[in-house]
């Protein structure tokens, strides 16, 4: 499992960016992904997750009605699509994916594979 994040930026508040997450080593379908960020000083926070065949999504407060995670299995991408950003979203966002679940979590505890992370900066 080799999970390649991509898209995060500079972008002003109110603006949107795609965050992308690629596996370049095992096909994506089968597996839960989520989406976690992390700024400094503070813990990883569950962002959004998706269960293996995209027909189940979750999302904590703070991404609910802004952000929506999505696949495409055939492109073996997961996606995070962010919109009206704020400031305090400016973070490094991290895609994750399991070993064997196919449901969706929300502790970082119950993924295995993680990327390196993409920034995400949003000024105000």
């Known amino acids: 499992v080799q999970l390649q994040a991509s898209g995060g930026g500079l972008v002003l508040a109110g603006g949107s960016l795609r965050l992308s997450c690629a596996d370049s080593?095992?096909?994506?379908?089968?597996?839960?992904m989520g989406w976690f960020r992390q700024s400094p000083g503070k813990e990883r926070e569950f962002v959004a997750a998706i269960n293996w065949s995209g027909s189940s999504t979750y999302y904590p407060d703070l991404a609910k009605g802004r952000f929506t995670i999505s696949r495409d299995n055939a492109k073996n991408t997961v996606y995070l699509q962010m919109n009206n950003l704020k400031p305090e979203d400016t973070a490094v966002y991290y895609c994750?994916?399991?070993?064997?679940?196919?449901?969706?979590?929300?502790?970082?505890?119950?993924?295995?594979?993680w990327g390196q992370g993409t920034l995400v900066t949003v000024s105000s």
């Open positions: 994750a994916t399991t070993s064997s679940g196919r449901m969706w979590y929300t502790r970082p505890s119950r993924y295995d594979y």
């Open positions: 080593g095992r096909t994506l379908s089968g597996y839960a």
